[in-house]
């Protein structure tokens, strides 16, 4: 389940102190709270993170020119999300280390994150279907970030064989 368009401000909601899950440590940064209009924990993503979903929890985030691979294993519901800033990191290695809200900043780098974690918990890749959100025009004077977003973030699905059964992508 992911949620978008959710305030951090929304009436009602309560922080809900929650550990990471043991042993996986990207996640230890990312605020939960309690939605009551969901009745369920939403994580609140911010730009550079990624975040694979307990059971029962809705991920959120808000975009402008950012995009977010909405991703989940269709049979086993094992999903998540990622929320990044601008399409590569060239550099070899990477300019940013082992950093990872930096790192995933950069949709190369915050896909693989995002894919190999929900690998890890169980997911099969054959199985894996994405949704795509986000990649708007928000300034009409600066190069187009968002256009340059959906262009990698649909290449790179295409290239790697996996299947999008939703997008929401452009527009102001």
Same mark, same amino acid.
């Given at each position: 389940?992911?949620?978008?368009?959710?305030?951090?401000?929304?009436?009602?909601?309560?922080?809900?102190?929650?550990?990471?899950?043991?042993?996986?440590?990207?996640?230890?940064?990312?605020?939960?709270?309690?939605?009551?209009?969901?009745?369920?924990?939403?994580?609140?993503?911010?730009?550079?993170?990624?975040?694979?979903?307990?059971?029962?929890?809705?991920?959120?985030?808000?975009?402008?020119?950012?995009?977010?691979?909405?991703?989940?294993?269709?049979?086993?519901?094992?999903?998540?999300?990622?929320?990044?800033?601008?399409? =590569?990191?060239? &550099?070899? @290695? !990477?300019?940013?280390?082992?950093? %990872?809200?930096?790192?995933?900043?950069?949709? +190369?780098?915050?896909?693989?994150?995002?894919?190999?974690?929900?690998?890890?918990?169980?997911?099969?890749?054959?199985?894996? =279907?994405?949704? &795509?959100? @986000? !990649?708007?025009?928000?300034?009409? %004077?600066?190069?187009?970030?968002?256009?340059? +977003?959906?262009?990698?973030?649909?290449?790179?699905?295409?290239?790697?064989?996996?299947?999008?059964?939703?997008?929401?992508?452009?527009?102001?």
């Amino acid at each position: 389940q992911a949620g978008g368009h959710m305030s951090e401000a929304d009436a009602g909601a309560k922080p809900v102190p929650r550990p990471a899950p043991p042993g996986n440590p990207p996640f230890a940064h990312i605020r939960r709270r309690h939605d009551t209009a969901l009745n369920a924990t939403l994580a609140l993503l911010r730009p550079g993170d990624y975040y694979v979903a307990e059971p029962g929890e809705w991920i959120g985030t808000v975009l402008g020119s950012c995009v977010s691979a909405c991703v989940r294993d269709s049979r086993t519901g094992i999903g998540g999300m990622n929320h990044f800033m601008l399409p =590569e990191d060239n &550099l070899a @290695g !990477g300019t940013w280390g082992q950093n %990872a809200s930096a790192a995933t900043r950069f949709g +190369n780098v915050a896909m693989e994150r995002l894919i190999n974690e929900v690998l890890k918990r169980g997911g099969r890749r054959e199985q894996l =279907e994405f949704k &795509l959100v @986000g !990649g708007g025009k928000v300034l009409d %004077a600066m190069i187009d970030i968002g256009a340059r +977003n959906i262009d990698f973030v649909r290449e790179y699905l295409r290239t790697e064989g996996f299947r999008v059964v939703g997008a929401d992508l452009g527009g102001r």
